[in-house]
C-alpha cells in the first residue's frame, strides 16, 4: 500500500514537472536544432534526462544554459525560488569585462599584464609583488583572473551577438581603485544591458528577462519551485544527476548525461554559514531569500574543497531591513547627501562616509580589543533638512527616501537632543540583534562636537580627518546633491544649526557572499586533493571568488561569473554522455 502510493506521488510529481518544464516545447526546439529528442522515458529511475542539468536561475544559471544549449546540448534549469533571476535581477548589472570590444573600438588599450597586476594588488596586497612570475598570487588566484581575462569578452560578445544580453558600453565610469597606478585601463570595462534605464537600476531585470526569453525560445525549461537537494553519482563518483524537491515536497530526480552546474549563489540567508565563516558580525543582505548556501550544504559529502569562506561583496545596509529579512533591501552604494555624517554610539565620526561601499562596510568591523566590543557594529547616519529634501530618493537603497515611501527605517527629531532620544529608543527595540547596543552617556555632546568638526571641515570643502570626497568614485556614488556652483567638494556641506533632523541604523550586510567549493579555471569543482569531482561544475557566487578580499569595478561579481559560465558551459559540453 504504501508503496503504491509513493509511486502515485512519484509519477504525480514527474508529470508536474515534465508539464511545467515545458518538455513538448524543448522537444520542438531540439528537433529545430537538430538534436535527438529528449529521452525522459529512457532512463526510468529519473522523472527526465538533459545533457547538462543547471542549478539556479541567475546570471550564472542562465549564461551557462545558454552557452551549454548553443553548443547542441540540452539543458534545464532549476530555480528553488517561485519566480527566476534570483540576486541577479536586483541588480544593476554593470559587468566589468576586461579588455572589451567597445573599449577597442574606442582606441582603450587594456593588456593582460598589466590588468592582471591590477587585480593582484586588490586581491592579496599583503603577497603583491610585481616581479614575481605571478604577481604574489597562488597559483589558483593567477590562473582564475587569467582565466577571467581571456574569456569576458568573448562570453560577452557571444551572449550580444545571440540577443540574450546586447549591451551598451559606459565608458566614463572608473574602476573602484582608479588612482592606482597599477590601473591602466581606469575606464572603459563597463557594460551594462542595452535597454537598461539611464540610472541602470533596473539593469539586472533587463539582463533576466532577455536571457531568459532567449533561453526559452531555444528550447532550455526553466522550472521555479524546484528546490536542488542533492547531487547523484554513478558508482564511479561521476556526478549523473540531482535530486531536488518540488514546490509539493515531492522528489524529482533529474539526469545530466553530461555535467550538473551549480548556479546556486552564496550563503547570505544562512546565519549559521554566516556566522561561522564570515570575518565579521554581518546582518545578512540584499541577496535573493533563497540564497541558503544549499552548494555549500550539498558539496560537502562530495569531498569539494572550500576556499575563500571568509569574503563577501560587502555593502551598508539599513538595520532595521536586515533584521525583518525585507526581501527588497538594497546595499547602500551610494550614502547620499552632502549635509550628512555617520556617527557611532559615542558620537564619534570615524570614517569617510563616501568609501567605496565594500571597504566602507568592512569599517564596521573594527574590534575595540581594550573595551571587547565593536564599536561601529551599527552606525548613525545623521543628515539634515537640505539632504532629505535635495537627496531623497526610493531607489538602490537609499536612507533619505522621498515623503511617501517606505521610511520605517528612518528616525526624525525637531532637536539633536530630541533625534538622539529617539536613536536610543530605537536601539532599545533592535538591543537583542545588536547585543544591547545603546547610546553612550555622552552621546548628545560628542554628536554636536562631530557635527561642528564636519561643518568647519565642509565649509573649507577639505576633509583633513577622512579625506571624503578626494577619490574619484566617491565622487561618483555621491547620489543626488544640491548643486553649489563653486564649491570645491561635492560629497560636503555643513549641516544646518536648526532641526528638523534626521538619523538611520546602518549596518554591514552583503550583497552575497563569495565564497565556497573551490573550482578549476573551467568551473570543475575540485575536491581536497584538487582533482576535479567528475561532471559536477559550479559558477558565480555559490563558489569561492579568486578576488579575494577584493571589489575590482563595479561590475567585478558579473564579469567574472559571465566568464566562468563560458568557461565552464565549454567544459561540460566536451565532456562524453554518461551511460544510463
Ligand atoms: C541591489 C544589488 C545591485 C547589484 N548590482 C550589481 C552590478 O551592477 N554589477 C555586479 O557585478 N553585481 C551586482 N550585484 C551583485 C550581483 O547581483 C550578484 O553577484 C550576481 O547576480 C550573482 O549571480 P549568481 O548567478 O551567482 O546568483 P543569483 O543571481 O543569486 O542566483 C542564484 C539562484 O539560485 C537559486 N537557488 C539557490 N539554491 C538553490 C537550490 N538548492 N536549487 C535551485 N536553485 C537554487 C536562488 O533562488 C537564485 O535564484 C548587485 C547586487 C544587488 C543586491
Same mark, same amino acid.
Given at each position: 500500500?504504501?508503496d503504491?502510493v509513493? !509511486?502515485?506521488?512519484?509519477a504525480?510529481?514527474?508529470r508536474r514537472?515534465?508539464q511545467?518544464? $515545458?518538455? $513538448?516545447? @524543448?522537444a520542438?526546439?531540439?528537433a529545430?536544432?537538430?538534436?535527438a529528442?529528449q =529521452?525522459?522515458?529512457?532512463a526510468p529511475?529519473f522523472?527526465a !534526462?538533459y545533457?547538462?542539468?543547471?542549478?539556479g !536561475?541567475?546570471?550564472g544559471g542562465?549564461?551557462?544554459?545558454?552557452?551549454?544549449r548553443w553548443?547542441?546540448n540540452?539543458?534545464?534549469?532549476?530555480e528553488k525560488a517561485?519566480?527566476?533571476?534570483g540576486?541577479t535581477?536586483?541588480a544593476a548589472?554593470?559587468?566589468?569585462?576586461?579588455?572589451?570590444?567597445?573599449?577597442?573600438?574606442a582606441?582603450?588599450?587594456d593588456p593582460?599584464p =598589466?590588468?592582471l597586476?591590477y587585480?593582484?594588488?586588490l586581491?592579496?596586497?599583503?603577497?603583491?609583488? #610585481?616581479a614575481h612570475?605571478r604577481?604574489g598570487?597562488?597559483p589558483?588566484?593567477?590562473?582564475m583572473?587569467s582565466?577571467?581575462? =581571456?574569456?569576458?569578452? #568573448?562570453?560577452a *560578445?557571444l551572449l550580444?551577438?545571440?540577443?540574450a544580453? #546586447?549591451?551598451?558600453?559606459?565608458?566614463?565610469?572608473?574602476d573602484?581603485?582608479a *588612482?592606482?597606478?597599477?590601473?591602466k585601463?581606469?575606464?572603459?570595462?563597463v557594460?551594462?544591458?542595452?535597454?537598461?534605464i539611464?540610472?541602470m537600476s533596473d539593469?539586472g531585470?533587463v539582463?533576466?528577462?532577455t536571457?531568459?526569453?532567449?533561453?526559452r525560445?531555444d528550447g532550455i #525549461?526553466?522550472r521555479?519551485?524546484?528546490?536542488?537537494?542533492?547531487v547523484l553519482?554513478?558508482?564511479s563518483?561521476?556526478v549523473i544527476?540531482? *535530486?531536488?524537491?518540488d514546490e509539493?515536497d515531492?522528489t524529482?530526480?533529474?539526469?545530466?548525461r553530461?555535467?550538473?552546474i551549480?548556479?546556486?549563489?552564496g550563503?547570505t540567508? %544562512?546565519?549559521e554559514?554566516?556566522?561561522?565563516?564570515l570575518?565579521?558580525?554581518?546582518y545578512g543582505g540584499c541577496? @535573493?531569500?533563497?540564497n541558503?548556501g544549499?552548494f555549500?550544504?550539498?558539496? $560537502?559529502?562530495?569531498?569539494a574543497q572550500?576556499?575563500?569562506?571568509?569574503?563577501?561583496?560587502?555593502?551598508?545596509?539599513?538595520?532595521e531591513?536586515a533584521?525583518?529579512?525585507?526581501?527588497?533591501i538594497s546595499g547602500?552604494?551610494?550614502?547620499a547627501?552632502?549635509s550628512m555624517l555617520?556617527?557611532?554610539?559615542y558620537?564619534q565620526?570615524?570614517?569617510n562616509e563616501?568609501?567605496?561601499? %565594500?571597504e566602507?562596510?568592512?569599517?564596521?568591523f573594527e574590534w575595540?580589543g581594550a573595551?571587547?566590543?565593536?564599536?561601529?557594529?551599527?552606525?548613525?547616519?545623521?543628515?539634515?533638512q537640505?539632504?532629505?529634501?535635495?537627496?531623497?530618493?526610493?531607489?538602490?537603497?537609499r536612507l533619505?527616501?522621498p515623503?511617501?515611501t517606505?521610511?520605517r527605517?528612518?528616525?526624525?527629531g525637531?532637536?539633536l @537632543? *530630541?533625534l538622539?532620544?529617539?536613536?536610543?529608543e530605537?536601539l532599545a527595540?533592535?538591543a537583542s540583534?545588536t547585543?544591547?547596543?545603546?547610546l553612550?552617556?555622552?552621546?548628545l555632546?560628542?554628536?554636536?562636537? @562631530?557635527?561642528?568638526?564636519?561643518?568647519?571641515l565642509?565649509?573649507?570643502?577639505k576633509?583633513l580627518d577622512?579625506?571624503r570626497g578626494e577619490?574619484i568614485?566617491e565622487?561618483l556614488?555621491n547620489?543626488d546633491v544640491k548643486?553649489?556652483?563653486?564649491?570645491?567638494?561635492?560629497?560636503?556641506?555643513?549641516?544646518?544649526d536648526a532641526g528638523p533632523?534626521y538619523?538611520?541604523?546602518v549596518?554591514?550586510?552583503?550583497l552575497?557572499?563569495?565564497? $565556497?567549493?573551490k573550482t578549476?579555471?573551467h568551473?570543475?569543482?575540485l575536491?581536497?586533493a584538487?582533482?576535479?569531482?567528475p561532471?559536477l561544475?559550479?559558477v558565480?557566487?555559490?563558489?569561492?571568488?579568486a578576488s579575494g578580499?577584493?571589489?575590482?569595478?563595479?561590475?567585478a561579481t558579473?564579469?567574472?561569473i559571465?566568464?566562468?559560465?563560458?568557461?565552464a558551459?565549454?567544459?561540460?559540453?566536451?565532456?562524453?554522455?554518461?551511460a544510463t
Open positions: 500500500m504504501a503504491h509513493r !509511486s502515485d506521488a512519484g504525480a510529481s514527474r514537472f515534465m511545467q518544464a $515545458g518538455a $513538448g516545447s @524543448a520542438v526546439a531540439a529545430t536544432l537538430g538534436l529528442a =529521452d525522459a522515458e529512457a529511475a522523472d !534526462s545533457d547538462v542539468v543547471v542549478c !536561475s541567475g546570471c542562465l549564461a551557462s544554459a545558454l552557452f551549454a553548443q547542441g540540452s539543458a534545464v534549469i532549476l517561485g519566480s527566476i533571476g540576486t535581477a536586483k548589472f554593470w559587468y566589468w569585462v576586461p579588455n572589451n570590444e567597445a573599449m577597442k573600438k582606441g582603450i588599450a593582460k =598589466d590588468f597586476k587585480v593582484a594588488r586581491s592579496s596586497p599583503q603577497t603583491y609583488d #610585481p612570475p604577481l598570487l597562488t589558483w588566484e593567477y590562473d583572473c582565466a577571467f581575462y =581571456d574569456s569576458a569578452s #568573448p562570453a *560578445e550580444a551577438a545571440k540577443g544580453l #546586447p549591451y551598451r558600453h559606459v565608458a566614463d565610469v572608473p573602484y581603485f *588612482e592606482l597606478p597599477e590601473d585601463a581606469p575606464k572603459g570595462r557594460l551594462v544591458p542595452k535597454d537598461a539611464p540610472s539593469g531585470l539582463a533576466v528577462r536571457m531568459s526569453t532567449k533561453a525560445q #525549461p526553466i521555479t519551485g524546484i528546490r536542488v537537494t542533492k553519482q554513478d558508482k563518483g561521476r544527476g540531482v *535530486e531536488a524537491k509539493l515531492a524529482v530526480r533529474l539526469r545530466a553530461k555535467a550538473v551549480f548556479a546556486t549563489g550563503f540567508h %544562512n546565519a554559514l554566516r556566522k561561522n565563516f570575518n565579521g558580525p554581518i541577496a @535573493a531569500p533563497s541558503e544549499d555549500v550544504q550539498i558539496a $560537502g559529502p562530495l569531498g572550500l576556499r575563500n569562506m571568509n569574503y563577501a561583496w560587502t555593502c551598508p545596509i539599513p538595520l531591513k533584521i525583518a529579512k525585507d526581501g527588497s547602500m552604494f551610494s550614502v547627501g552632502d555617520f556617527v557611532n554610539k558620537g565620526r570615524n570614517v563616501k568609501l567605496q561601499y %565594500n566602507l562596510a568592512q569599517t564596521f575595540d573595551k571587547a566590543e565593536y564599536p561601529n557594529l551599527v552606525r548613525i547616519a545623521v543628515w539634515d537640505r539632504s532629505q529634501q535635495h537627496s531623497a530618493s526610493a531607489e538602490y537603497g533619505i527616501v515623503p511617501g517606505d521610511d527605517h528612518v528616525i526624525k525637531a532637536t @537632543a *530630541e538622539a532620544r529617539a536613536i536610543d530605537r527595540k533592535y540583534a547585543g544591547g547596543a545603546k553612550a552617556l555622552d552621546f555632546p560628542n554628536l554636536q562636537a @562631530a557635527i561642528a568638526r564636519f561643518n568647519q565642509a565649509k573649507t570643502g576633509d577622512f579625506q577619490r568614485v565622487q556614488f547620489g548643486a553649489e556652483p563653486g564649491r570645491s567638494n561635492a560629497t560636503m556641506w555643513p549641516l544646518a533632523y538619523a538611520a541604523l549596518v554591514a550586510g552583503t552575497d557572499t563569495k565564497g $565556497g567549493p578549476d579555471t568551473g570543475r569543482v575536491d581536497g584538487d582533482r576535479p569531482i561532471g561544475y559550479g558565480g557566487n555559490c563558489v569561492a571568488s578580499r577584493a571589489y575590482w569595478a563595479g561590475g558579473l564579469g567574472p559571465i566568464a566562468f559560465a563560458y568557461r558551459a565549454n567544459a561540460a559540453h566536451a565532456e562524453g554522455r554518461s
